[in-house]
């Protein structure tokens, strides 16, 4: 049986040979990465000396070649992220997805499995560890560790350290069954916001004018804290949708122009209500309002509808805790802000609406999305008493 071929950038025995006085001779194979194997030696005036002269040679070659830190089947599996994170970290995706990612790498995947060597990331002990983290920290965290980990393997398929990504056959992680979507009825949503009146800590925090902004338009809380008084046509009546409020690590609130989906730049008509207040909101902020911060450096000269009091953009993280002491102290603790969201797609729907059109109005790129999770089941009337009225015996 023949000697086995050397991998790629590899050498075999370093063998030191005496030349003379004071003289010796290191000599090895080196398999370059055009294929093809070569004699490589370096000499010194000690064994030491010598050995040490050619594998800083090799070392020297493997760089010259341009592939220095690539990772191998023995890379630690900590290196393996650092390695995939530094070309994940270059591709166009938002802060959050970053923010996400990155908390995944450094809680879930370098924490437990670190120390491992690429070569023994097998499906059973990916399948163990995903198992695990649900376990502790809920099927959330698992999917997206396991997402994580399906790109980090990837990027090593890609280098040849792995033969196939693991993650493959690791069963899905499956978050517990959705509630049944809950839309606020038009007697709900005005007795909520009367009591939103009467709670003077509601009312200082904004709840009852941002109640009305999310009913009337089915915005994202995020992209409703970011509407800025130029993005409104009164004329018209409508609300240019120009982005959203996201808060960047280490640097603070900023307005991310681009939405999740080309579906997210859109321009939505008002009610005529709607655009009442926001006359009346932007009358009383326009003196306030500072400049707002825009990702890449960009500033928006155009007030805000939902300033802080100091007229800086407001943290949706804030106002979501703001939102549930003020629901709770209302009685309607189960309402969320997207709640409002399901209350638009809901009433579009019984007014005839096509479910294109309730998917552009809360800008899905999916319109299957809509009957999944926006509409509002469990109605009392379906409509089949009146269809059956027919069928009596």
Known sequence: MGRPTLGLGTYGSIRVYTLGAKRYRARTLYRDFDGVTRAVARTGKSKNAAEQALKDH???R????GVEGEITASSTVAALAEAWWAEFSMLDKSPGTFRLYRDRLDNQLILGLGQLRVRELTTGAVNRHVKAVGERHGASVAKVTRTVLSNMCGFACRRDALRVNPVREVAAVKPKVRKVPRALSVPEFQQLRALFTYDPVACRRDIPMLSSALLSTGLRIGEC????EDAVDFKEGSVEVRGTVIRVKGEGLFVKPSPKSAAG????????????????????????SLPVPVLGGVVWDSPLAFPTSSGRLQDPTNVSNWWKEAVTEAGFDWVVPHTFRKTVATEMDRAGRTAREIADQLGHSQISLVHNVYLGRKARDTGAATALEGLAI
């Open 62 to 65: 493997v760089r010259e070649a």
């Open 265 to 288: 730049f859109r321009r939505l008509l008002l009610p005529g209500w709607e655009v009442d207040l926001l006359k009346a909101r932007f009358a009383s902020s326009r003196s306030i």
């Open 58 to 60: 090799l070392r020297d």
């Open 225 to 228: 804290l970011a509407i800025v």
